[in-house]
């Protein structure tokens, strides 16, 4: 079983970053795509970022582009998530999520198969 941890989240004004971190524990890191997601206040979990097993690919959200930047270091069991130009409608608790697939990135939730506690992001405007 695999888990994953998030951390880095906080309370930041608008136009602020925040770079939120994934630590991967009990299984192969390297074997897993991994991706970001977030719910926020009364909404549906929506997808945000992800990457492939190797980092060669990744996914963004239209919400997000330009603005986010998902990476791995597979030394280190570990995802990121880099946030610049925040908005008051990035609010929200965000999840890290691993994939057991080795063809790409996973942007669809219920293909993942281990998700995080999530880590609580608030901007404020």
């Known amino acids: 079983q695999v888990q994953l941890v998030e951390s880095g989240g906080g309370l930041v004004q608008a136009g602020d970053s925040l770079r939120l971190s994934c630590a991967a524990s009990g299984g192969a890191f390297s074997n897993l795509a991994m991706g970001w997601f977030r719910r926020a206040p009364g909404k549906e979990r929506e997808f945000a970022a992800a990457i492939s097993w190797s980092g060669r690919s990744t996914d963004y959200a239209d919400s997000v582009k330009g603005r986010f930047t998902i990476s791995r270091d597979n030394a280190k069991n570990t995802v990121y998530l880099q946030m610049n130009s925040l908005k008051p409608e990035d609010t929200a608790v965000y999840y890290c999520?691993?994939?057991?697939?080795?063809?790409?990135?996973?942007?669809?939730?219920?293909?993942?198969?281990?998700w995080g506690q999530g880590t609580q992001v608030t901007v404020s405007s």
């Open positions: 999520a691993g994939a057991e697939m080795l063809g790409g990135t996973v942007t669809v939730g219920s293909y993942y198969d281990y």
